[in-house]
């Protein structure tokens, strides 16, 4: 989130779209319900189905799923042609005015620079025009025909609410009426919130989908605002952790990348993030990238990294693709390519795309090893369940390794929540049986492959020799000792900003006294401020809320520095005023930044300086056109799912997201509308928390079996009554499901011809207290994201039938 | 929190006897804002988990309704509609349902067992297992179809409104769980006036049927909605639309009561009457013999 959980209280509007908070989130949205009946909020909710969301909601539109960007688009357009703009927060804030490079372009369907060979774009085009002074070409009167402004306008020209309603099946009416209401936050004194979780993620453009709000909510001048922003939220309590921490396995721990194979030496590392800002005075935090860098090896490597051996750069892997996602990782394993899978807090087998590849990849792999605190069906997945899961036991040589885990309540740490806030626990008991924390399992293991590398040696053993470990009981580091390092600490006497001496083996306030020569350490510089000198910060409890903003400054610690709404300049005018009273932050007092919140920004940086209040771009302002920093296309235009009812009204050739990688054996099971004519997607039910709570009674009594939702009118079609059992079928697989016939979800009229939308909820499998069942992916198609690879699970295709139900096997 | 503690028993079922002195009257209530209500059935698992009962893991039969009814082990359950409008627009209506705890409490009203049934002076209606014979009067009694016996102890269970957290100043487990606000308890005084607030916000939104749901049927209850259809209850999973107690137990409990002990008099007096005109009655020697026979018969 931009914002925070509280913050949504202050929204004016609030558009759910791409999630199902209600259900997903059921706590949080508490500020959504607060919002409504404390700030007369309106809520409008956008979704294939009639959601519990959308039973509290003012205005529900339907939308086809994998449609969202048409919609947004023409959002975007409807701004432009009624002038509904927050002008002077645009033409301060964002990169409107900035001169694209000559020769750019866009195309049926596609930007400059695509080749269909390589799905890929050559993005040479997609930049500004550099001057003579080597910055950035900017038109204050946004009326170079390249200036950005004008390639917003013409890109979205042809998304008219006509094209929604024949593309996303949206009633035009709704969407006018949608359109009106987000319009009215385009004053200084009114915000909108976009509540947005995996129904954006799960598609073949994603990142697009997410890119297509943010630049209506900048348009609207809604970002950095009290009851604005863009906020993710997120289906873990501890996911924003995972993300912030880099367990990805192109990042390192604070949105760093891993090397790739051709960045070798530190130098040619360090070359391609030098951020130069792209205007004058601009701040271009990423400036002090090799701090943090230099930082984090020194937490990695303690004293084996030095200056001479440019901080153990070469321990480093280096990538020798962008990525080993999920869906490459399970490719390579179909071919025998990886022989054993450590699986830690996950349930693959049913939760990536295509399970029968799951299982065939899991079948070929020589080992792997599940550490939950609960029975998967992924560590099961060589077992016979009948229907549920037709394996031949004696087929599948795989050995697997079960190591049972505490769970969150029976161990210490810090949570990240969709807020980014820390916030620590404490065991509330002591782990059953022989369960261990992962950090401990962790730590045996690496204990256990040092001594094997002392022991046999190796090709290269100084990586895991020498990896920095100075925890006090070697096999169990603590919770406590590992915050600390993540925080930072000193190593040798440094200076901070005002010149004070700050002695060695101190805990470092923040990233802002991090050093690139070796004498600080720091685990994950994002992170740097939550255990400093005064304590563990994530611990604090004070809820205190000075001015009833939603802040409360001393309730745990946000990333970054505490500072709880992202961009938080922009909710001030270019002169250092709040644009409206009831929306107040912060302000400029004369000689500093005061208000509720950590500014995001210098705190003594003047107004007239003209420093942008997007201090991480080099642009210093807000990009609606981001240049080649996505994969898939500077602005976001409508690509049809993989598998799609309806071929892409604005470029009919184009299949999906055209800068989406497939693999072969992928492309070669995707289906066709004649043979699948219905449009399925998936979803998490508010009874159950992934696949945890299936094997609590409590939640299965409140949701006991598996499902499908279908209309009444394809009900009706297929001689289905409610509860019957139904089977749904992809080119991939094969489900059976008690039906249930809705209302709430209606065929979609797109294009003059009716799409039956098929609903299916994740969380069941063959394990647990509720009845045995399947989930969504059996059936869905193994692509993912152009930029990040996530899968398309919210949009696919299917057919289904009346059936009788599934076979067990005899005990 | 106001004192809401009294367990002074103001009613007590099947007695003559009612307590002479009340020490507070409070009245206490519960309620629920359908408005405000996600169905997230957080509600349910606090109850399970307060009072400790688990229901049987059942099946679906194609609606998101779970537990499908109340049970002696269920005593809340959300009850989802899909209600749509006359113009076409749908609405997903979600009710929590369970005891009313009503002023005048039908259930009360119809147990024949004494002290079954009891009300305390802050208008919660509780069950007393240990008085309750299982007769299962209390069902017929209460107009809204709550109250259910159990298959295991034969003895009749509801939602009791929490009333041993109540009686140490704390909410109902299931207000205190639900996210959204939409469950609010306090004095029925303070729960009318939040009402009100809640109702001009609907009205303003277009429901201009808004309302409280507090049906003086039953005398008012200690649990209430808001509505956004005052006007049609019923359409909320049947929740009627002038409930009020049964004239059968009013006439059992009244009137019949009355007709009754008078024909249990009359026919003592009869038989006397019979016993000093016509003498003892006595059975000839034939059909003696005839039942002997019989009896032989079973014996074989």
Same mark, same amino acid.
């Given at each position: 989130?931009?914002?925070?959980?509280?913050?949504?209280?202050?929204?004016?509007?609030?558009?759910?779209?791409?999630?199902?908070?209600?259900?997903?989130?059921?706590?949080?949205?508490?500020?959504?319900?607060?919002?409504?009946?404390?700030?007369?909020?309106?809520?409008?909710?956008?979704?294939?189905?009639?959601?519990?969301?959308?039973?509290?909601?003012?205005?529900?539109?339907?939308?086809?799923?994998?449609?969202?960007?048409?919609?947004?688009?023409?959002?975007?357009?409807?701004?432009?042609?009624?002038?509904?703009?927050?002008?002077?927060?645009?033409?301060?804030?964002?990169?409107?005015?900035?001169?694209?490079?000559?020769?750019?372009?866009?195309?049926?369907?596609?930007?400059?620079?695509?080749?269909?060979?390589?799905?890929?774009?050559?993005?040479?085009?997609?930049?500004?025009?550099?001057?003579?002074?080597?910055?950035?070409?900017?038109?204050?009167?946004?009326?170079?025909?390249?200036?950005?402004?004008?390639?917003?306008?013409?890109?979205?020209?042809?998304?008219?609410?006509?094209?929604?309603?024949?593309?996303?099946?949206?009633?035009?009416?709704?969407?006018?009426?949608?359109?009106?209401?987000?319009?009215?936050?385009?004053?200084?004194?009114?915000?909108?919130?976009?509540?947005?979780?995996?129904?954006?993620?799960?598609?073949?453009?994603?990142?697009?989908?997410?890119?297509?709000?943010?630049?209506?909510?900048?348009?609207?001048?809604?970002?950095?605002?009290?009851?604005?922003?863009?906020?993710?939220?997120?289906?873990?309590?501890?996911?924003?952790?995972?993300?912030?921490?880099?367990?990805?396995?192109?990042?390192?721990?604070?949105?760093?990348?891993?090397?790739?194979?051709?960045?070798?030496?530190?130098?040619?590392?360090?070359?391609?993030?030098?951020?130069?800002?792209?205007?004058?005075?601009?701040?271009?935090?990423?400036?002090?990238?090799?701090?943090?860098?230099?930082?984090?090896?020194?937490?990695?490597?303690?004293?084996?990294?030095?200056?001479?051996?440019?901080?153990?750069?070469?321990?480093?892997?280096?990538?020798?693709?962008?990525?080993?996602?999920?869906?490459?990782?399970?490719?390579?394993?179909?071919?025998?390519?990886?022989?054993?899978?450590?699986?830690?807090?996950?349930?693959?087998?049913?939760?990536?795309?295509?399970?029968?590849?799951?299982?065939?990849?899991?079948?070929?792999?020589?080992?792997?090893?599940?550490?939950?605190?609960?029975?998967?069906?992924?560590?099961?997945?060589?077992?016979?369940?009948?229907?549920?899961?037709?394996?031949?036991?004696?087929?599948?040589?795989?050995?697997?390794?079960?190591?049972?885990?505490?769970?969150?309540?029976?161990?210490?740490?810090?949570?990240?929540?969709?807020?980014?806030?820390?916030?620590?626990?404490?065991?509330?008991?002591?782990?059953?049986?022989?369960?261990?924390?992962?950090?401990?399992?962790?730590?045996?293991?690496?204990?256990?492959?040092?001594?094997?590398?002392?022991?046999?040696?190796?090709?290269?053993?100084?990586?895991?020799?020498?990896?920095?470990?100075?925890?006090?009981?070697?096999?169990?580091?603590?919770?406590?000792?590992?915050?600390?390092?993540?925080?930072?600490?000193?190593?040798?006497?440094?200076?901070?900003?005002?010149?004070?001496?700050?002695?060695?083996?101190?805990?470092?306030?923040?990233?802002?006294?991090?050093?690139?020569?070796?004498?600080?350490?720091?685990?994950?510089?994002?992170?740097?401020?939550?255990?400093?000198?005064?304590?563990?910060?994530?611990?604090?409890?004070?809820?205190?809320?000075?001015?009833?903003?939603?802040?409360?400054?001393?309730?745990?610690?946000?990333?970054?520095?505490?500072?709880?709404?992202?961009?938080?300049?922009?909710?001030?005018?270019?002169?250092?005023?709040?644009?409206?009273?009831?929306?107040?932050?912060?302000?400029?007092?004369?000689?500093?930044?005061?208000?509720?919140?950590?500014?995001?920004?210098?705190?003594?940086?003047?107004?007239?300086?003209?420093?942008?209040?997007?201090?991480?771009?080099?642009?210093?302002?807000?990009?609606?056109?981001?240049?080649?920093?996505?994969?898939?296309?500077?602005?976001?235009?409508?690509?049809?799912?993989?598998?799609?009812?309806?071929?892409?009204?604005?470029?009919?050739?184009?299949?999906?997201?055209?800068?989406?990688?497939?693999?072969?054996?992928?492309?070669?099971?995707?289906?066709?509308?004649?043979?699948?004519?219905?449009?399925?997607?998936?979803?998490?039910?508010?009874?159950?928390?992934?696949?945890?709570?299936?094997?609590?009674?409590?939640?299965?009594?409140?949701?006991?079996?598996?499902?499908?939702?279908?209309?009444?009118?394809?009900?009706?079609?297929?001689?289905?009554?409610?509860?019957?059992?139904?089977?749904?079928?992809?080119?991939?697989?094969?489900?059976?499901?008690?039906?249930?016939?809705?209302?709430?979800?209606?065929?979609?009229?797109?294009?003059?011809?009716?799409?039956?939308?098929?609903?299916?909820?994740?969380?069941?499998?063959?394990?647990?207290?509720?009845?045995?069942?399947?989930?969504?992916?059996?059936?869905?198609?193994?692509?993912?994201?152009?930029?990040?690879?996530?899968?398309?699970?919210?949009?696919?295709?299917?057919?289904?039938?009346?059936?009788?139900?599934?076979?067990?096997?005899?005990? | 929190?106001?004192?809401?503690?009294?367990?002074?028993?103001?009613?007590?079922?099947?007695?003559?006897?009612?307590?002479?002195?009340?020490?507070?009257?409070?009245?206490?209530?519960?309620?629920?804002?359908?408005?405000?209500?996600?169905? /997230?059935?957080?509600?349910?698992?606090?109850? &399970?988990?307060? $009072?400790? %009962?688990? #229901?049987? @893991?059942? *099946? !679906?039969?194609?609606?998101?309704?779970?537990?499908?009814?109340?049970?002696?082990?269920?005593?809340?359950?959300?009850?989802?509609?899909?209600?749509?409008?006359?113009?076409?627009?749908?609405?997903?209506?979600?009710?929590?349902?369970?005891?009313?705890?009503?002023?005048?409490?039908?259930?009360?009203?119809? /147990?024949?067992?004494?002290?079954?049934?009891? &009300?305390?002076? $802050?208008? %919660?209606? #509780?069950? @007393?297992? *240990? !008085?309750?014979?299982?007769?299962?009067?209390?069902?017929?009694?209460?107009?809204?179809?709550?109250?259910?016996?159990?298959?295991?102890?034969?003895?009749?269970?509801?939602?009791?409104?929490?009333?041993?957290?109540?009686?140490?100043?704390?909410?109902?487990?299931?207000?205190?769980?639900?996210?959204?606000?939409?469950?609010?308890?306090?004095?029925?005084?303070?729960?009318?006036?939040?009402?009100?607030?809640? @109702?001009?916000?609907?009205?303003?939104?277009?429901?201009?049927?808004?309302?409280?749901?507090?049906?003086?049927?039953?005398?008012?209850?200690?649990?209430?909605?808001?509505?956004?259809?005052?006007?049609?209850?019923?359409?909320?999973?049947?929740?009627?639309?002038?409930?009020?107690?049964?004239?059968?137990?009013?006439?059992?409990?009244?009137?019949?009561?009355?007709?009754?002990?008078?024909?249990?008099?009359?026919?003592?007096?009869?038989?006397?009457?019979?016993?000093?005109?016509?003498?003892?009655?006595?059975?000839?020697?034939?059909?003696?013999?005839?039942?002997?026979?019989?009896?032989?018969?079973?014996?074989?």
């Amino acid at each position: 989130m931009t914002n925070h959980w509280a913050d949504i209280k202050h929204a004016d509007v609030i558009v759910v779209m791409g999630g199902n908070s209600a259900e997903a989130h059921p706590c949080g949205f508490k500020w959504v319900i607060e919002a409504k009946v404390k700030n007369n909020a309106k809520l409008v909710v956008i979704d294939p189905r009639f959601t519990r969301t959308a039973s509290v909601a003012d205005i529900y539109c339907p939308i086809r799923p994998g449609t969202d960007i048409a919609f947004l688009n023409a959002v975007t357009k409807y701004l432009l042609d009624h002038d509904k703009l927050q002008h002077e927060y645009v033409n301060a804030y964002t990169n409107c005015g900035f001169i694209v490079k000559e020769g750019f372009g866009f195309q049926d369907g596609l930007f400059t620079g695509y080749d269909e060979e390589k799905r890929d774009y050559d993005k040479a085009t997609w930049e500004y025009e550099i001057g003579p002074d080597g910055y950035a070409v900017v038109d204050p009167t946004l009326q170079h025909p390249r200036c950005v402004m004008q390639l917003l306008k013409q890109h979205v020209a042809q998304y008219t609410p006509e094209l929604v309603e024949r593309i996303c099946g949206s009633p035009k009416e709704k969407f006018l009426q949608i359109c009106e209401l987000i319009a009215t936050t385009s004053v200084p004194d009114r915000t909108m919130s976009s509540l947005y979780a995996l129904g954006w993620t799960h598609h073949s453009k994603g990142s697009q989908n997410i890119r297509a709000m943010t630049i209506v909510q900048m348009l609207l001048g809604n970002i950095g605002m009290l009851g604005g922003g863009m906020n993710a939220l997120r289906g873990h309590s501890n996911i924003q952790g995972l993300t912030d921490l880099g367990l990805m396995s192109n990042l390192l721990p604070g949105y760093m990348t891993l090397p790739q194979e051709r960045e070798v030496t530190l130098a040619d590392y360090m070359s391609t993030k030098r951020f130069k800002p792209l205007r004058p005075g601009q701040t271009s935090y990423w400036q002090n990238y090799g701090k943090f860098f230099v930082s984090f090896q020194k937490a990695f490597y303690g004293k084996a990294a030095t200056k001479e051996n440019d901080w153990a750069y070469d321990y480093l892997p280096k990538l020798d693709v962008l990525a080993y996602d999920v869906l490459r990782a399970f490719e390579m394993a179909q071919d025998g390519k990886i022989s054993g899978y450590v699986i830690q807090g996950f349930n693959p087998l049913m939760s990536f795309p295509n399970r029968a590849k799951m299982t065939e990849a899991f079948s070929k792999m020589k080992f792997i090893v599940v550490m939950d605190p609960l029975q998967t069906e992924t560590a099961r997945f060589w077992q016979d369940h009948g229907e549920y899961n037709a394996v031949d036991p004696k087929a599948i040589q795989t050995e697997v390794f079960e190591l049972p885990t505490t769970c969150f309540a029976e161990d210490e740490g810090s949570l990240s929540n969709s807020s980014r806030w820390l916030q620590w626990h404490w065991a509330a008991q002591e782990a059953p049986a022989e369960a261990r924390s992962d950090i401990d399992i962790m730590a045996s293991l690496h204990l256990r492959i040092k001594a094997l590398y002392e022991k046999e040696g190796g090709a290269f053993p100084d990586p895991i020799l020498n990896v920095n470990w100075p925890y006090e009981i070697e096999d169990a580091p603590r919770p406590d000792e590992l915050a600390r390092e993540i925080n930072g600490y000193t190593l040798a006497d440094i200076k901070d900003a005002s010149g004070a001496v700050i002695p060695a083996g101190k805990q470092v306030d923040g990233f802002a006294q991090l050093t690139d020569d070796g004498t600080t350490a720091c685990g994950c510089w994002v992170y740097s401020g939550c255990f400093t000198e005064k304590g563990n910060q994530m611990a604090r409890r004070d809820n205190t809320d000075p001015g009833d903003r939603g802040i409360a400054p001393n309730w745990a610690w946000a990333w970054p520095s505490n500072r709880r709404i992202l961009y938080n300049r922009a909710s001030c005018d270019p002169q250092g005023k709040p644009w409206a009273e009831r929306k107040k932050l912060m302000e400029w007092n004369g000689s500093r930044w005061v208000g509720f919140d950590v500014p995001d920004y210098g705190p003594t940086v003047a107004p007239d300086k003209n420093v942008g209040p997007f201090i991480m771009n080099p642009e210093g302002v807000a990009r609606l056109f981001v240049r080649g920093l996505m994969r898939d296309g500077p602005f976001p235009a409508h690509y049809e799912p993989f598998e799609s009812p309806q071929a892409n009204l604005t470029a009919p050739k184009i299949r999906g997201n055209p800068a989406s990688r497939i693999f072969k054996r992928d492309l070669a099971q995707l289906g066709e509308p004649k043979d699948y004519p219905y449009a399925a997607t998936s979803y998490r039910l508010t009874e159950h928390f992934h696949f945890w709570t299936k094997h609590a009674r409590v939640n299965a009594i409140l949701q006991p079996e598996f499902f499908v939702e279908i209309s009444e009118q394809l009900a009706a079609e297929k001689g289905v009554s409610r509860g019957d059992w139904v089977r749904v079928w992809s080119p991939r697989g094969s489900i059976k499901a008690k039906a249930v016939v809705t209302k709430r979800i209606k065929p979609l009229m797109c294009d003059g011809k009716a799409v039956h939308v098929v609903g299916i909820p994740h969380h069941f499998g063959f394990t647990g207290s509720t009845k045995p069942g399947f989930g969504p992916n059996s059936l869905t198609p193994v692509v993912g994201d152009a930029n990040i690879e996530t899968p398309e699970f919210k949009a696919w295709l299917v057919n289904l039938e009346r059936t009788t139900p599934p076979a067990v096997p005899v005990a | 929190m106001a004192d809401y503690t009294s367990l002074d028993i103001v009613q007590r079922s099947a007695s003559t006897d009612q307590p002479p002195t009340v020490r507070s009257k409070t009245e206490v209530a519960k309620l629920i804002d359908v408005s405000r209500c996600i169905g /997230c059935k957080a509600c349910q698992v606090a109850c &399970q988990e307060w $009072n400790d %009962i688990r #229901d049987t @893991v059942g *099946e !679906n039969t194609g609606v998101y309704d779970n537990p499908h009814d109340l049970s002696a082990k269920t005593w809340t359950l959300m009850r989802f509609t899909e209600y749509e409008q006359t113009g076409g627009e749908l609405e997903f209506l979600i009710r929590k349902d369970g005891c009313m705890h009503c002023t005048d409490p039908g259930c009360l009203k119809a /147990c024949p067992s004494p002290g079954a049934i009891v &009300q305390y002076a $802050n208008g %919660i209606v #509780d069950f @007393v297992e *240990e !008085n309750c014979i299982g007769c299962g009067y209390c069902i017929k009694g209460c107009p809204f179809n709550i109250p259910r016996i159990s298959q295991e102890d034969r003895k009749a269970y509801k939602c009791t409104l929490c009333s041993d957290r109540v009686a140490v100043g704390q909410a109902p487990a299931c207000a205190k769980a639900c996210p959204t606000g939409a469950i609010m308890f306090g004095t029925k005084e303070a729960m009318i006036e939040q009402a009100d607030h809640r @109702v001009v916000d609907l009205k303003s939104r277009g429901f201009d049927h808004a309302g409280l749901y507090n049906p003086l049927g039953v005398g008012g209850t200690h649990v209430m909605y808001v509505l956004h259809h005052a006007d049609k209850p019923e359409i909320y999973a049947n929740l009627p639309n002038n409930p009020h107690i049964s004239p059968l137990v009013n006439f059992w409990k009244g009137g019949f009561k009355i007709v009754g002990l008078a024909s249990l008099a009359f026919a003592a007096i009869g038989g006397f009457l019979h016993y000093i005109t016509a003498g003892p009655d006595e059975v000839p020697k034939s059909e003696e013999q005839e039942a002997a026979h019989d009896a032989e018969g079973y014996t074989k």
